[in-house]
């Protein structure tokens, strides 16, 4: 009984990570400048609308920025985006976000998200590492409207911030854990 719940367990995730894939093509970029463009406006955006993620930003080693991110499910789902990470506000590398998932779901979105990388410690791990776990490796806190309320940057002593953002569509709930980042060729 265990084996066969172990393997409806990986075939499950097998199937909603080529959900996810099948997704890469909704919310893939048509060009790096497209993605370069699209990444430096929604940073732009989101520190202009948000005190706490302007003074992140000042002081970040470095910034991944995923502008459009598409999540879709029906029992099995997953997500897709493409992104960049910016250094000193250029783009220096390309990285898609994927996860997938199963359970009681249904609808589709999209939403894009930004990571701060605050240390050498977190921007060494995902450059040298073959793809980044959320939840995994670095300690990314999620900014949300409660953790604002009470964040100092005197008072930063986490690895990674991010930040959700332009969430549209019908899904219940948004998060970025156990999301995998990997780098890309643009």
Same mark, same amino acid.
């Given at each position: ?12 995730? @097998?199937?909603?990570?080529?959900? @996810? ?6 919310? =893939? ?11 430096? =406006? ?10 706490? @993620? ?8 470095? +910034? ?5 991110? +598409? ?5 099995? !789902? ?10 000193? !506000? ?14 009681? =779901?249904?609808? @589709? ?21 073959? !793809? ?7 300690? +990314?806190?999620? +900014? ?22 332009? =969430? ?19």
């Amino acid at each position: 009984m265990r084996n066969l719940k172990q393997s409806f367990t990986a075939a499950a995730f @097998a199937l909603a990570a080529v959900f @996810a894939l099948t997704l890469a093509g909704v919310a =893939q970029a048509a060009t790096a400048e497209d993605l370069d463009k699209d990444s430096a =406006q929604a940073l732009r955006n989101l520190t202009q609308t948000n005190r706490v @993620a302007a003074d992140i930003s000042r002081k970040a080693r470095a +910034v991944l920025v995923f502008p459009n991110i +598409v999540k879709a499910g029906l029992v099995f !789902g997953g997500s897709y985006g493409e992104g960049t990470l910016m250094k000193g !506000g250029r783009v220096v590398e390309y990285y898609n976000s994927v996860s997938g998932s199963w359970g009681l =779901q249904a609808g @589709a979105q999209s939403y894009g998200y930004v990571v701060f990388l605050m240390n050498n410690k977190a921007v060494d791990y995902l450059e040298k590492s073959s !793809g980044w776990e959320i939840g995994v490796g670095p300690t +990314v806190v999620v +900014v949300d409207e409660g953790v604002a309320k009470n964040f100092s940057t005197s008072t930063m002593k986490d690895d990674a911030y991010a930040f959700i953002f332009n =969430q549209q569509g019908l899904m219940a709930g948004i998060s970025i854990e156990g999301t995998k980042i990997s780098k890309i060729k643009r």
